[in-house]
């Protein structure tokens, strides 16, 4: 999600910014989002048991398997600080030309973040259930609408938290995004030096890797060889600071 292909980072820190090559890459960027945020396969043969991106990172902070010298420290802070964030319930004043009312809307950021990702990825077919959240919120910010009414507003929702919201708080989303990436970077870096050997002195310089014992399965295998390989360059995107200015309202 954080990359040179999708946005541009500009300033310097602690005031730097990110601004979006185009709507289209605003859009995706929330579609992206919304997996990151979302659940994952709830089969019952799945590697893992059901839970979002972030919650799977929460679970490795809290029972690393590639901890030395308490390398894992920065990930749980940095998760636990995005997750904070986003769970954290704001109130937002729209006005909903639609329907011709003006209300006070009471939600938390991961709310509206994924119903406009859901909405930027379907078509108004298969928005019913985006519509009945809408519908939802509104009725307890005192504004009752049937579940057609709601389908109309979606516009206005998607102008106001979308094209406005997303657009404010893209800067801090990112921000957290890209501390997480360089904290796992981090994590796993006294693992990764501890289990790269090198095979010989020609260039390129080939190599393998040393499978921790506890790791039998030929995809888990995969998984670890993919993900020390993830870790032999730094994240593309440098840290940076976003200004204060774009993480005050709402």
């Not at 940095?78 to 954290?88: D, G």
């Not at 078509?123 to 910010?141: F, G, P, T």
């Not at 030096?193 to 890797?209: K, L």
Request: aromatic share 12%; with cysteine.
């Amino acid at each position: 999600m954080v990359n040179g292909q999708m946005m541009l980072l500009r300033g310097d820190d602690p005031d730097s910014n990110i601004v979006f090559h185009s709507g289209i890459h605003q859009r995706l960027f929330n579609i992206l989002l919304v997996d990151f945020l979302s659940k994952t396969d709830p089969h019952r043969q799945a590697p893992i048991k059901q839970t979002s991106y972030l919650g799977g990172l929460a679970d490795v902070a809290s029972n690393p398997s590639f901890n030395k010298d308490n390398s894992v420290s920065l990930l749980k802070e940095s998760v636990q600080e995005f997750t904070a964030w986003l769970e954290q319930t704001i109130e937002v004043d729209v006005w909903l030309p639609s329907i011709g009312r003006e209300a006070t809307l009471e939600l938390a950021r991961v709310k509206f973040l994924k119903m406009t990702g859901n909405i930027s990825k379907h078509n108004y077919l298969r928005a019913m259930s985006v519509a009945k959240e809408l519908q939802d919120i509104l009725i307890k910010s005192g504004i009752a609408i049937d579940i057609h009414e709601s389908l109309l507003v979606l516009a206005d929702f998607y102008e106001r938290f979308h094209s406005a919201n997303l657009n404010y708080h893209s800067n801090t989303i990112a921000e957290f995004l890209n501390n997480v990436r360089w904290v796992i970077h981090e994590y796993l870096q006294p693992e990764f030096e501890q289990s790269i050997v090198y095979e010989g002195t020609e260039h390129p310089r080939r190599y393998h890797y040393t499978y921790p014992e506890e790791i039998k399965d030929a995809f888990a295998k995969s998984c670890y060889w993919d993900l020390m390989n993830e870790v032999r360059s730094k994240p593309y995107v440098k840290k940076f600071k976003v200004t204060k200015w774009l993480k005050k309202r709402y």
